[in-house]
């Protein structure tokens, strides 16, 4: 289930890549020209996850459970939520 904002021409959801999805250790995050301010992870009970923050292009998710969890993407020109499977 994801949020498009538009931004001109280009949606914040077709911008935003994230991969490998399932991952069982690293999340990569590309932009594409969007500025990403803020990361969130959220698991399947809603619960904030503390994603750690120092790098927000490559992010370690290997401590975390099995499962769906939900990543929300702050960017410049809006947000995104994203379903991220961890392995």
């Known amino acids: 289930n994801n949020i498009t904002l538009s931004t001109g021409e280009v949606s ?3 911008a935003i890549q994230i991969g490998p999805n399932p991952t069982s ?3 990569n995050i590309q932009t594409n020209n969007l500025n990403l301010m803020n990361l969130k992870l959220y ?3 809603g619960r904030d996850m503390k994603l750690p923050t120092n ?3 490559q992010v370690d998710v290997a401590s975390y459970s099995p499962g769906i969890y939900f990543l929300k993407l702050q960017t410049n ?3 995104v939520t994203r379903n ?3 392995e």
């Open 12 to 14: 914040i959801d077709s």
């Open 25 to 27: 250790d690293f999340l």
């Open 43 to 45: 698991d399947s009970l």
């Open 55 to 57: 790098n927000l292009e």
């Open 77 to 79: 020109v809006g947000s």
């Open 84 to 86: 991220i499977i961890i």
